[in-house]
Nanobody
């Protein structure tokens, strides 16, 4: 129900845009989020878009990453600018129909997950 794409290898300071294609039913979830997991680390919140269009970001990416959505394509995007080596990770998109706002940063509250796409930032 979720298909993430757009990962790749980029130099530090560069940009990438990830896409998360969803079924129409999943796209109309309460929230769609982006998480990432670096080797040897726990999965962490990157950002999310609430059903009303409000967006929320982790402090580590605020000002560099932007989440947007295209309702006609049932797709959510993660635009990543000024990438740093520490942004290297597998990025996952997720969705949940019943999420409450206070849980938006917590991966365990998302029911639907994409397969992940690898982002590698070289120094």
């Amino acid at each position: 129900q979720l298909q993430a794409s757009g990962g790749g290898l980029v130099q530090a300071g560069g940009s990438l845009r990830l896409s998360c294609a969803a079924s129409e039913r999943t796209f109309n979830s309460r929230a769609m989020g982006w998480f990432r997991q670096a080797p040897g680390k726990e999965r962490e919140f990157v950002g999310a878009i609430w059903y009303n269009g409000n967006t929320y970001y982790a402090d580590s990416v605020k000002g560099r990453f932007t989440i947007s959505r295209d309702k006609a394509k049932n797709t959510v995007y993660l635009q990543m600018n000024s990438l740093k080596p520490e942004d290297t990770a597998v990025y996952y998109c997720a969705a949940d129909k019943n999420l409450i706002l206070s849980s938006i940063r917590q991966s365990e509250h998302y029911d639907y997950w994409g397969q992940g796409t690898l982002v590698t930032v070289s120094s």
